[in-house]
Protein backbone atom coordinates (compact mmCIF):
# COMPACT_ATOMS: atom_id res chain seq x y z
CA UNK A 1 0.00 0.00 0.00
CA UNK A 2 1.50 3.44 -0.98
CA UNK A 3 1.07 5.72 2.30
CA UNK A 4 0.47 8.96 -0.16
CA UNK A 5 -2.19 6.99 -1.79
CA UNK A 6 -3.77 6.60 1.58
CA UNK A 7 -2.84 9.98 2.80
CA UNK A 8 -4.61 11.58 -0.59
CA UNK A 9 -7.79 8.81 -0.54
CA UNK A 10 -8.60 8.08 2.87
CA UNK A 11 -7.62 10.42 5.41
CA UNK A 12 -9.62 13.94 3.46
CA UNK A 13 -12.62 11.69 3.15
CA UNK A 14 -12.46 10.91 7.19
CA UNK A 15 -11.88 14.41 7.52
CA UNK A 16 -15.09 15.43 4.73
CA UNK A 17 -16.95 12.95 7.10
CA UNK A 18 -16.25 14.77 10.43
CA UNK A 19 -17.04 17.46 9.62
CA UNK A 20 -20.15 17.12 8.07
CA UNK A 21 -21.06 15.56 11.50
CA UNK A 22 -19.57 18.27 13.20
CA UNK A 23 -21.48 20.87 11.37
CA UNK A 24 -24.97 18.99 11.30
CA UNK A 25 -25.78 19.98 14.94
CA UNK A 26 -24.93 21.68 18.04
CA UNK A 27 -24.43 18.64 20.14
CA UNK A 28 -21.15 18.69 22.18
CA UNK A 29 -19.04 16.15 21.49
CA UNK A 30 -17.50 13.80 23.51
CA UNK A 31 -13.68 11.83 22.50
CA UNK A 32 -13.35 8.73 24.68
CA UNK A 33 -9.76 8.99 24.68
CA UNK A 34 -7.45 6.56 26.37
CA UNK A 35 -3.76 7.02 25.28
CA UNK A 36 -4.09 4.23 22.60
CA UNK A 37 -3.22 3.79 18.94
CA UNK A 38 -7.04 4.03 17.68
CA UNK A 39 -8.81 6.94 20.43
CA UNK A 40 -5.21 8.97 18.92
CA UNK A 41 -5.75 8.50 16.16
CA UNK A 42 -9.63 10.30 16.69
CA UNK A 43 -8.84 12.86 18.74
CA UNK A 44 -5.37 13.64 15.87
CA UNK A 45 -7.99 13.53 12.92
CA UNK A 46 -10.58 16.01 14.84
CA UNK A 47 -7.91 18.41 15.31
CA UNK A 48 -7.31 18.72 11.83
CA UNK A 49 -10.86 18.70 11.22
CA UNK A 50 -11.11 21.64 13.52
CA UNK A 51 -8.00 23.17 12.34
CA UNK A 52 -8.89 23.93 8.66
CA UNK A 53 -12.27 25.11 9.88
CA UNK A 54 -12.65 29.09 9.62
CA UNK A 55 -12.56 30.04 13.38
CA UNK A 56 -16.17 31.36 13.65
CA UNK A 57 -17.08 27.90 13.04
CA UNK A 58 -15.52 26.00 15.59
CA UNK A 59 -18.13 26.60 17.99
CA UNK A 60 -18.86 23.66 19.68
CA UNK A 61 -17.03 22.25 22.54
CA UNK A 62 -15.11 19.17 22.58
CA UNK A 63 -14.32 16.92 25.11
CA UNK A 64 -11.57 14.97 25.05
CA UNK A 65 -12.32 12.45 28.10
CA UNK A 66 -10.05 9.72 29.98
CA UNK A 67 -10.51 7.52 32.59
CA UNK A 68 -8.03 6.89 35.36
CA UNK A 69 -9.16 4.12 38.01
CA UNK A 70 -6.41 4.87 40.56
CA UNK A 71 -5.26 1.57 39.68
CA UNK A 72 -3.60 2.41 36.15
CA UNK A 73 -0.12 0.73 34.87
CA UNK A 74 1.97 3.73 36.81
CA UNK A 75 3.87 4.35 33.07
CA UNK A 76 0.49 4.63 30.96
CA UNK A 77 -1.35 6.82 33.12
CA UNK A 78 2.13 9.65 33.33
CA UNK A 79 2.01 9.38 29.87
CA UNK A 80 -2.22 9.46 29.68
CA UNK A 81 -1.93 12.76 31.75
CA UNK A 82 1.27 14.47 30.03
CA UNK A 83 -1.33 13.95 26.26
CA UNK A 84 -3.92 15.49 28.62
CA UNK A 85 -1.96 18.33 29.47
CA UNK A 86 -0.35 19.06 26.02
CA UNK A 87 -3.84 18.37 24.20
CA UNK A 88 -5.39 21.63 26.83
CA UNK A 89 -2.25 23.32 26.37
CA UNK A 90 -2.05 22.94 22.40
CA UNK A 91 -6.10 23.55 21.86
CA UNK A 92 -5.64 26.95 23.82
CA UNK A 93 -2.62 28.30 21.55
CA UNK A 94 -4.56 27.22 18.63
CA UNK A 95 -8.20 28.62 19.68
CA UNK A 96 -9.94 25.54 19.17
CA UNK A 97 -12.81 24.75 21.56
CA UNK A 98 -10.94 21.05 22.76
CA UNK A 99 -11.02 20.49 26.55
CA UNK A 100 -8.97 17.33 28.24
CA UNK A 101 -10.89 15.96 31.03
CA UNK A 102 -10.02 13.10 33.42
CA UNK A 103 -12.46 11.13 35.23
CA UNK A 104 -11.84 9.13 38.14
CA UNK A 105 -14.51 6.45 40.32
CA UNK A 106 -15.46 8.33 43.51
CA UNK A 107 -13.66 7.52 46.29
CA UNK A 108 -16.11 4.92 48.05
CA UNK A 109 -16.15 2.90 44.64
CA UNK A 110 -12.63 2.56 44.23
CA UNK A 111 -10.48 -0.15 44.12
CA UNK A 112 -8.64 0.14 47.24
CA UNK A 113 -11.82 1.34 48.93
CA UNK A 114 -13.68 -1.75 47.99
CA UNK A 115 -10.95 -4.49 48.41
CA UNK A 116 -9.32 -3.14 51.66
CA UNK A 117 -11.92 -1.12 52.75
CA UNK A 118 -15.37 -3.48 52.39
CA UNK A 119 -13.35 -6.53 51.79
CA UNK A 120 -14.32 -7.30 48.38
CA UNK A 121 -12.91 -10.02 46.96
CA UNK A 122 -10.51 -9.91 44.37
CA UNK A 123 -11.96 -9.87 40.49
CA UNK A 124 -11.93 -13.32 39.85
CA UNK A 125 -13.25 -14.88 35.91
CA UNK A 126 -15.46 -15.30 34.30
CA UNK A 127 -18.06 -13.34 35.87
CA UNK A 128 -16.95 -11.71 39.30
CA UNK A 129 -15.73 -8.45 38.21
CA UNK A 130 -17.16 -5.95 40.24
CA UNK A 131 -14.12 -3.63 38.81
CA UNK A 132 -15.07 -2.63 35.59
CA UNK A 133 -18.51 -0.47 36.51
CA UNK A 134 -17.38 1.03 39.31
CA UNK A 135 -13.52 2.06 38.02
CA UNK A 136 -14.39 2.53 34.41
CA UNK A 137 -18.25 2.49 33.22
CA UNK A 138 -19.43 4.33 36.06
CA UNK A 139 -17.24 7.65 35.64
CA UNK A 140 -16.80 7.97 32.39
CA UNK A 141 -20.89 7.46 32.11
CA UNK A 142 -21.56 10.32 34.58
CA UNK A 143 -19.32 12.57 33.02
CA UNK A 144 -21.66 11.80 29.87
CA UNK A 145 -24.88 12.48 31.60
CA UNK A 146 -23.54 15.24 33.57
CA UNK A 147 -23.23 16.96 29.74
CA UNK A 148 -26.31 15.82 28.65
CA UNK A 149 -28.08 17.43 31.41
CA UNK A 150 -26.17 20.24 30.36
CA UNK A 151 -26.21 20.47 27.07
CA UNK A 152 -29.43 17.92 26.18
CA UNK A 153 -27.59 15.69 23.74
CA UNK A 154 -23.97 15.05 23.24
CA UNK A 155 -22.07 13.00 20.53
CA UNK A 156 -19.88 10.40 21.83
CA UNK A 157 -16.82 9.49 19.42
CA UNK A 158 -14.88 6.40 19.95
CA UNK A 159 -11.86 4.65 18.33
CA UNK A 160 -13.84 1.18 17.65
CA UNK A 161 -12.76 -0.35 14.53
CA UNK A 162 -14.48 -3.63 13.02
CA UNK A 163 -11.33 -4.80 12.55
CA UNK A 164 -11.12 -5.40 16.39
CA UNK A 165 -13.58 -7.24 17.32
CA UNK A 166 -15.96 -9.25 14.66
CA UNK A 167 -18.59 -9.75 17.33
CA UNK A 168 -18.75 -5.57 18.48
CA UNK A 169 -18.81 -5.52 14.51
CA UNK A 170 -21.93 -7.30 13.96
CA UNK A 171 -23.45 -5.18 16.42
CA UNK A 172 -22.79 -2.45 15.25
CA UNK A 173 -23.84 -3.60 11.28
CA UNK A 174 -27.06 -4.37 13.08
CA UNK A 175 -27.48 -0.98 14.60
CA UNK A 176 -26.84 0.87 11.61
CA UNK A 177 -29.36 3.13 9.60
CA UNK A 178 -28.97 3.49 5.81
CA UNK A 179 -27.41 7.62 5.71
CA UNK A 180 -26.94 7.54 9.28
CA UNK A 181 -23.35 8.23 10.82
CA UNK A 182 -24.62 8.49 14.55
CA UNK A 183 -25.97 5.34 16.56
CA UNK A 184 -28.52 6.12 19.49
CA UNK A 185 -26.79 5.13 22.46
CA UNK A 186 -29.00 2.36 23.92
CA UNK A 187 -28.13 3.07 27.63
CA UNK A 188 -28.03 6.76 27.95
CA UNK A 189 -30.86 9.01 26.64
CA UNK A 190 -29.60 12.08 24.66
CA UNK A 191 -26.45 10.08 24.08
CA UNK A 192 -25.42 9.30 20.64
CA UNK A 193 -22.09 7.59 18.96
CA UNK A 194 -20.22 8.04 16.19
CA UNK A 195 -16.89 5.70 15.29
CA UNK A 196 -14.90 8.19 12.52
CA UNK A 197 -12.43 5.07 11.77
CA UNK A 198 -14.58 2.18 12.37
CA UNK A 199 -13.41 1.42 8.43
CA UNK A 200 -9.82 1.39 8.79
CA UNK A 201 -7.21 -1.17 9.66
CA UNK A 202 -4.48 -1.59 12.37
CA UNK A 203 -2.25 -0.81 9.62
CA UNK A 204 -4.05 2.42 8.13
CA UNK A 205 -4.23 3.29 11.90
CA UNK A 206 -0.53 3.21 12.40
CA UNK A 207 -0.12 4.96 8.97
CA UNK A 208 -1.71 7.74 9.86
CA UNK A 209 0.11 8.18 13.26
CA UNK A 210 3.43 7.51 12.29
CA UNK A 211 3.40 9.32 8.55
CA UNK A 212 1.11 12.24 8.88
CA UNK A 213 3.78 15.51 10.55
CA UNK A 214 6.18 12.67 10.77
CA UNK A 215 4.85 11.04 13.92
CA UNK A 216 4.36 14.30 15.49
CA UNK A 217 0.63 14.99 16.90
CA UNK A 218 -1.37 18.30 16.48
CA UNK A 219 -0.33 18.69 20.48
CA UNK A 220 3.34 18.28 20.18
CA UNK A 221 3.59 14.59 21.07
CA UNK A 222 5.85 12.12 19.74
CA UNK A 223 3.70 8.91 18.04
CA UNK A 224 7.28 7.05 18.01
CA UNK A 225 6.64 6.89 21.61
CA UNK A 226 3.44 5.69 21.58
CA UNK A 227 4.52 2.68 19.06
CA UNK A 228 6.87 1.69 22.23
CA UNK A 229 4.19 0.93 24.15
CA UNK A 230 3.19 -1.46 21.56
CA UNK A 231 6.70 -3.07 21.37
CA UNK A 232 5.98 -6.40 23.99
CA UNK A 233 2.19 -7.00 22.59
CA UNK A 234 -0.68 -5.35 20.68
CA UNK A 235 -2.21 -3.26 23.17
CA UNK A 236 -5.77 -2.26 23.92
CA UNK A 237 -8.08 0.56 24.31
CA UNK A 238 -9.55 0.25 28.26
CA UNK A 239 -9.18 3.26 29.90
CA UNK A 240 -12.13 5.23 28.86
CA UNK A 241 -14.96 2.67 28.94
CA UNK A 242 -18.88 3.56 27.99
CA UNK A 243 -21.41 1.02 27.79
CA UNK A 244 -23.14 1.55 24.56
CA UNK A 245 -25.54 -1.35 24.59
CA UNK A 246 -26.78 -3.49 26.99
CA UNK A 247 -25.34 -6.65 25.60
CA UNK A 248 -22.17 -4.46 26.35
CA UNK A 249 -22.23 -4.55 29.98
CA UNK A 250 -20.27 -7.89 29.52
CA UNK A 251 -17.35 -6.07 27.73
CA UNK A 252 -14.44 -8.03 28.47
CA UNK A 253 -11.57 -7.06 31.40
CA UNK A 254 -8.76 -5.21 30.16
CA UNK A 255 -6.21 -7.18 32.29
CA UNK A 256 -4.90 -8.82 28.90
CA UNK A 257 -3.99 -6.30 27.09
CA UNK A 258 -1.28 -3.43 27.53
CA UNK A 259 -3.27 -0.83 29.09
CA UNK A 260 -4.83 -2.91 32.11
CA UNK A 261 -5.00 -1.94 35.70
CA UNK A 262 -1.49 -3.13 37.43
CA UNK A 263 -3.65 -4.87 40.01
CA UNK A 264 -5.69 -7.17 37.99
CA UNK A 265 -6.57 -10.49 39.20
CA UNK A 266 -8.82 -11.51 36.20
CA UNK A 267 -6.07 -13.06 34.27
CA UNK A 268 -3.31 -15.43 35.40
CA UNK A 269 -0.89 -13.73 33.99
CA UNK A 270 -0.47 -9.64 33.78
CA UNK A 271 1.05 -9.15 29.96
CA UNK A 272 0.94 -5.37 30.82
CA UNK A 273 3.61 -5.05 33.75
CA UNK A 274 5.38 -8.30 31.98
CA UNK A 275 6.08 -5.89 28.82
CA UNK A 276 7.10 -3.31 30.57
CA UNK A 277 9.45 -5.45 33.02
CA UNK A 278 11.07 -7.11 29.79
CA UNK A 279 11.81 -3.74 28.22
CA UNK A 280 13.57 -2.48 30.73
CA UNK A 281 11.46 -1.03 33.42
CA UNK A 282 12.41 -3.43 36.22
CA UNK A 283 11.22 -0.90 38.98
CA UNK A 284 7.68 -2.66 38.38
CA UNK A 285 8.97 -5.92 39.62
CA UNK A 286 7.49 -5.41 43.23
CA UNK A 287 3.98 -4.54 41.68
CA UNK A 288 3.74 -7.55 39.81
CA UNK A 289 5.17 -9.63 42.79
CA UNK A 290 2.31 -8.34 44.87
CA UNK A 291 -0.60 -8.66 42.04
CA UNK A 292 0.81 -12.28 42.23
CA UNK A 293 0.52 -12.42 45.72
CA UNK A 294 -2.80 -10.80 46.00
CA UNK A 295 -4.46 -13.18 43.62
CA UNK A 296 -2.61 -16.30 45.76
CA UNK A 297 -4.27 -15.35 48.47
CA UNK A 298 -8.09 -14.75 47.38
CA UNK A 299 -9.14 -18.29 48.99
CA UNK A 300 -7.03 -18.42 51.58
CA UNK A 301 -9.63 -19.61 54.57
CA UNK A 302 -7.61 -17.56 57.02
CA UNK A 303 -8.16 -14.45 55.86
CA UNK A 304 -11.92 -14.88 54.35
CA UNK A 305 -15.32 -14.40 56.49
CA UNK A 306 -17.31 -17.33 56.40
CA UNK A 307 -20.43 -14.84 55.51
CA UNK A 308 -21.26 -12.07 52.89
CA UNK A 309 -21.45 -8.75 54.17
CA UNK A 310 -25.29 -8.68 54.68
CA UNK A 311 -24.95 -11.42 57.38
CA UNK A 312 -26.45 -13.89 55.28
CA UNK A 313 -24.60 -17.55 54.75
CA UNK A 314 -24.55 -19.96 51.98
CA UNK A 315 -23.10 -23.83 51.88
CA UNK A 316 -21.36 -24.86 48.86
CA UNK A 317 -22.12 -28.50 47.45
CA UNK A 318 -19.89 -30.31 49.80
CA UNK A 319 -21.82 -28.76 53.21
CA UNK A 320 -18.80 -26.63 53.51
CA UNK A 321 -19.71 -22.69 54.34
CA UNK A 322 -18.87 -20.45 51.45
CA UNK A 323 -16.36 -17.16 51.65
CA UNK A 324 -17.76 -13.79 51.95
CA UNK A 325 -15.72 -10.65 51.79
CA UNK A 326 -11.71 -10.16 53.06
CA UNK A 327 -11.57 -10.13 57.20
CA UNK A 328 -10.81 -7.18 58.93
CA UNK A 329 -7.87 -9.37 59.51
CA UNK A 330 -7.41 -10.07 56.01
CA UNK A 331 -7.56 -6.55 54.90
CA UNK A 332 -5.23 -5.09 57.29
CA UNK A 333 -2.28 -7.64 55.80
CA UNK A 334 -3.34 -6.38 52.56
CA UNK A 335 -3.08 -2.89 53.01
CA UNK A 336 0.02 -3.16 55.30
CA UNK A 337 2.18 -5.09 52.14
CA UNK A 338 0.66 -2.20 49.75
CA UNK A 339 2.44 0.49 52.23
CA UNK A 340 5.09 -1.70 52.04
CA UNK A 341 5.54 -2.05 47.68
CA UNK A 342 4.75 1.88 47.96
CA UNK A 343 7.47 2.57 49.99
CA UNK A 344 9.80 -0.07 47.38
CA UNK A 345 9.01 1.84 44.00
CA UNK A 346 8.88 5.56 45.95
CA UNK A 347 4.89 6.02 44.12
CA UNK A 348 2.16 6.25 45.86
CA UNK A 349 -0.08 3.63 45.19
CA UNK A 350 -3.08 4.28 47.17
CA UNK A 351 -4.44 8.21 47.67
CA UNK A 352 -4.96 9.82 50.95
CA UNK A 353 -8.71 10.03 50.64
CA UNK A 354 -9.02 6.30 49.92
CA UNK A 355 -6.98 5.88 53.30
CA UNK A 356 -9.68 8.14 54.76
CA UNK A 357 -12.13 6.27 53.60
CA UNK A 358 -11.35 2.80 54.31
CA UNK A 359 -10.35 4.07 58.26
CA UNK A 360 -14.24 5.18 57.96
CA UNK A 361 -15.26 1.74 56.87
CA UNK A 362 -13.19 0.18 59.22
CA UNK A 363 -14.25 2.17 62.33
CA UNK A 364 -17.82 0.94 61.29
CA UNK A 365 -17.21 -2.76 61.09
CA UNK A 366 -15.44 -3.49 64.09
CA UNK A 367 -12.49 -1.41 64.89
CA UNK A 368 -13.11 -1.14 68.23
CA UNK A 369 -9.82 0.76 69.08
CA UNK A 370 -10.33 3.18 66.22
CA UNK A 371 -6.36 3.39 65.41
CA UNK A 372 -6.02 -0.07 63.39
CA UNK A 373 -5.31 2.29 59.96
CA UNK A 374 -3.62 5.17 61.57
CA UNK A 375 -0.77 3.08 63.71
CA UNK A 376 -0.16 0.71 60.47
CA UNK A 377 -0.30 3.78 58.32
CA UNK A 378 2.31 5.41 60.45
CA UNK A 379 4.17 2.37 61.52
CA UNK A 380 4.76 1.87 57.47
CA UNK A 381 5.40 5.07 55.98
CA UNK A 382 7.02 6.83 59.30
CA UNK A 383 5.00 9.64 59.50
CA UNK A 384 1.30 10.38 60.46
CA UNK A 385 -2.30 10.96 58.56
CA UNK A 386 -3.42 14.35 58.71
CA UNK A 387 -5.99 13.06 61.16
CA UNK A 388 -4.24 11.11 63.23
CA UNK A 389 -4.08 13.27 66.35
CA UNK A 390 -8.19 13.18 66.29
CA UNK A 391 -8.34 9.66 66.31
CA UNK A 392 -9.57 8.37 69.86
CA UNK A 393 -10.44 4.86 70.49
CA UNK A 394 -13.32 3.92 72.13
CA UNK A 395 -11.72 1.24 74.37
CA UNK A 396 -8.00 0.72 75.03
CA UNK A 397 -6.46 -2.50 74.34
CA UNK A 398 -6.71 -3.93 77.58
CA UNK A 399 -10.58 -3.50 77.52
CA UNK A 400 -11.00 -5.02 74.49
CA UNK A 401 -8.65 -7.91 75.12
CA UNK A 402 -11.06 -8.74 78.36
CA UNK A 403 -14.16 -8.29 75.99
CA UNK A 404 -12.47 -11.25 74.03
CA UNK A 405 -12.42 -13.22 77.23
CA UNK A 406 -15.26 -13.06 78.51
CA UNK A 407 -17.30 -13.21 74.83
CA UNK A 408 -14.84 -16.74 74.67
CA UNK A 409 -15.70 -17.67 78.28
CA UNK A 410 -19.54 -17.44 77.76
CA UNK A 411 -19.48 -18.45 73.92
CA UNK A 412 -20.91 -15.39 72.62
CA UNK A 413 -19.44 -13.79 69.02
CA UNK A 414 -16.79 -11.08 69.75
CA UNK A 415 -18.19 -9.45 66.24
CA UNK A 416 -21.10 -9.59 67.71
CA UNK A 417 -20.52 -7.74 70.74
CA UNK A 418 -18.38 -5.15 68.39
CA UNK A 419 -21.30 -4.13 66.15
CA UNK A 420 -23.53 -3.61 69.29
CA UNK A 421 -21.04 -1.48 71.18
CA UNK A 422 -20.38 0.71 67.55
CA UNK A 423 -24.11 1.00 66.77
CA UNK A 424 -24.47 2.52 70.57
CA UNK A 425 -21.57 4.49 70.04
CA UNK A 426 -23.08 5.82 66.28
CA UNK A 427 -26.47 6.15 67.32
CA UNK A 428 -25.73 7.76 70.91
CA UNK A 429 -26.52 11.30 70.06
CA UNK A 430 -29.83 10.66 68.05
CA UNK A 431 -33.03 11.67 69.50
CA UNK A 432 -35.13 9.10 67.32
CA UNK A 433 -35.16 6.20 69.91
CA UNK A 434 -36.52 3.47 67.17
CA UNK A 435 -33.10 4.19 65.64
CA UNK A 436 -31.05 2.34 67.60
CA UNK A 437 -33.63 -0.05 68.22
CA UNK A 438 -33.70 -0.56 64.64
CA UNK A 439 -29.93 -1.15 64.49
CA UNK A 440 -29.87 -3.42 67.15
CA UNK A 441 -32.88 -5.57 65.40
CA UNK A 442 -30.70 -5.74 62.34
CA UNK A 443 -27.28 -6.76 63.75
CA UNK A 444 -29.37 -9.59 66.16
CA UNK A 445 -31.73 -10.70 63.66
CA UNK A 446 -28.49 -11.29 60.85
CA UNK A 447 -28.93 -14.44 59.19
CA UNK A 448 -25.21 -15.62 60.25
CA UNK A 449 -25.68 -15.46 63.98
CA UNK A 450 -29.04 -18.19 63.81
CA UNK A 451 -27.84 -20.24 61.00
CA UNK A 452 -27.02 -23.50 62.74
CA UNK A 453 -30.66 -23.61 64.20
CA UNK A 454 -31.91 -22.77 60.51
CA UNK A 455 -30.01 -25.68 59.66
CA UNK A 456 -31.20 -27.91 61.81
CA UNK A 457 -34.77 -27.35 61.42
CA UNK A 458 -34.35 -27.63 57.59
CA UNK A 459 -32.86 -31.39 58.97
CA UNK A 460 -35.23 -32.05 60.69
CA UNK A 461 -37.71 -31.29 58.09
CA UNK A 462 -36.06 -33.33 55.03
Avoid at 70 to 83: A, G, Q
Wanted: glycine share 6%; net charge negative.
Amino acid sequence: MSNGLFQESVIDDILDEIELVYKHDKKPWIIGYSGGKDSTTVCQLVFSMLKRLPKEERIKPVYIVSSDTMVENPIVIEYLKEMLQMIDQSAKAQELAIFARLVRPRIEETFWSSLIGLGYPTPEPPGFRWCTDRLKIYPSNRFIRERVENEGEVVILLGVRKAESAARARRIEERKIVGKLLNKHEVIDGAYVYNPISELSTEEVWSILLNTNNGISPWGSDNNFLLSLYKSEEGGECPFTIVETKKDANIPTCGNTRFGCWVCTMVREDKSLKGFIESGERWLVPLREFRDWLLSIRNDPNLRDTKRRDGTVYEKGDGSRGFGPFTLTGRKIILEKLLEVENEVGIDLITIDELRKIDEIWDKEGDLSRRELVDLYKKIKGKPLPWDTFKKPLYDEKIIDQLKIYCEQYGIEFELISKLIISINTNKLNTRRPVLKESFEKILNASWLHHHHIKEGFDYDN
